[in-house]
């Protein structure tokens, strides 16, 4: 599972997370990106929607599901 981050501040709107992942990424009211789904799409087009931000403004962080500790 991937924990997604926004960094808001970066996001200049330019909607290539939503183009990349529409499930997952939406703009808000503000004309930034938010999480509505983190698991709306597939890991691959979670990935491809962070690399093709052009500020890099989505962090992403893999996860374990299950395990709570390490
Ligand atoms: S691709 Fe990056 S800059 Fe564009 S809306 Fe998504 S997070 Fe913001």
Known sequence: ???????????????????????TFALDAEGKSTVVNAQGDSEEEIR???AGCPTGAIQLEEVA???TEK
């Open 1 to 23: 599972m991937i924990q997604i981050t926004i960094d808001r501040e970066a996001c200049i709107g330019a909607s290539a997370c939503v183009a990349a992942a529409g499930k």
């Open 48 to 50: 491809a929607a962070a």
């Open 65 to 67: 599901s299950s395990k």
